[in-house]
């Protein structure tokens, strides 16, 4: 079964930014802790070159029930294109090389969301990613300033138009849910409150997947 999962950066990195060791090594070389400062990153990628990590690796936190989450859809047989939307970088993927940054689009206003998305191209990648692939089975995980980057009525966007799935599952607020339409798919949504319910409800359904395997 083919399957796609899409979500967010997580704020919880292997190698904290602003402890040391490397803020320490940014300090020697007069450089701010990264944020949305893309422009910046071959300087930081010479100073942390010990410290850079695949986008999979780098994320903790929160981003552990994700993981999780794909590993059991793996082991089930299943192929797993996982997708990330990161402030600073943008769209990536497991693999992405990364290095420890600092930011988030939840500091951030709709408009100044909108403007570093588009700067970023994330609905724009996202769409030639999907607009020919069929998935078995799609899940989103975002919050609701990550989801503004891919379905926004004012900007004309709306990924879930572009999605070709038999099943749909989305993680997220109440107010998300009617925004949800994909023809020919069977939706289920699952309302969060907060991080710490998001999380208990991702392992719930990898518990169900274990048990159904």
């Given at each position: 079964?083919?399957?796609?999962?899409?979500?967010?950066?997580?704020?919880?990195?292997?190698?904290?930014?602003?402890?040391?060791?490397?803020?320490?090594?940014?300090?020697?070389?007069g450089?701010?802790?990264?944020?949305?400062?893309?422009e910046?990153?071959?300087?930081?990628?010479?100073?942390?070159?010990?410290?850079?990590?695949?986008?999979?690796d780098?994320?903790?936190?929160?981003?552990n029930?994700?993981?999780?989450?794909?590993?059991?859809?793996?082991?089930?047989?299943?192929?797993?294109?996982?997708?990330?939307?990161?402030?600073?970088?943008?769209?990536?993927?497991?693999?992405?090389?990364?290095?420890?940054?600092?930011?988030?689009?939840?500091?951030?206003?709709?408009?100044?969301?909108?403007?570093?998305?588009?700067?970023?191209?994330?609905?724009?990648?996202?769409?030639?990613?999907?607009?020919?692939?069929f998935?078995?089975l799609?899940?989103?995980?975002?919050?609701?300033?990550?989801?503004?980057?891919?379905?926004?009525?004012?900007?004309?966007?709306?990924?879930?138009?572009?999605?070709?799935?038999?099943?749909?599952?989305?993680?997220?607020?109440?107010?998300?849910?009617?925004?949800?339409?994909?023809?020919?798919?069977?939706?289920?949504f699952?309302?969060?409150?907060?991080?710490?319910?998001?999380?208990?409800?991702?392992?719930?359904?990898?518990?169900?997947?274990?048990?159904?395997?």
């Amino acid at each position: 079964m083919k399957v796609f999962v899409l979500t967010e950066c997580a704020a919880t990195k292997k190698y904290d930014p602003s402890k040391a060791p490397i803020k320490l090594i940014l300090e020697k070389h007069g450089l701010q802790i990264p944020h949305y400062d893309l422009e910046n990153e071959d300087k930081y990628r010479e100073v942390l070159k010990g410290y850079i990590l695949p986008a999979m690796d780098m994320y903790e936190g929160s981003f552990n029930f994700v993981k999780n989450l794909v590993t059991q859809l793996r082991e089930k047989g299943n192929s797993v294109l996982l997708l990330m939307i990161s402030a600073r970088y943008g769209l990536i993927n497991e693999h992405t090389p990364i290095i420890p940054y600092q930011c988030t689009f939840k500091c951030l206003t709709k408009d100044e969301i909108r403007e570093r998305a588009n700067k970023l191209q994330i609905y724009e990648k996202l769409v030639q990613i999907v607009k020919n692939e069929f998935f078995h089975l799609s899940i989103i995980i975002l919050g609701k300033d990550y989801f503004l980057t891919i379905c926004d009525k004012e900007k004309s966007k709306n990924l879930f138009n572009k999605l070709k799935t038999k099943r749909l599952i989305v993680f997220g607020s109440k107010d998300l849910e009617r925004k949800i339409k994909c023809k020919g798919a069977k939706i289920e949504f699952i309302t969060v409150k907060g991080i710490g319910d998001r999380n208990k409800k991702i392992e719930k359904f990898v518990n169900k997947l274990t048990y159904n395997n």
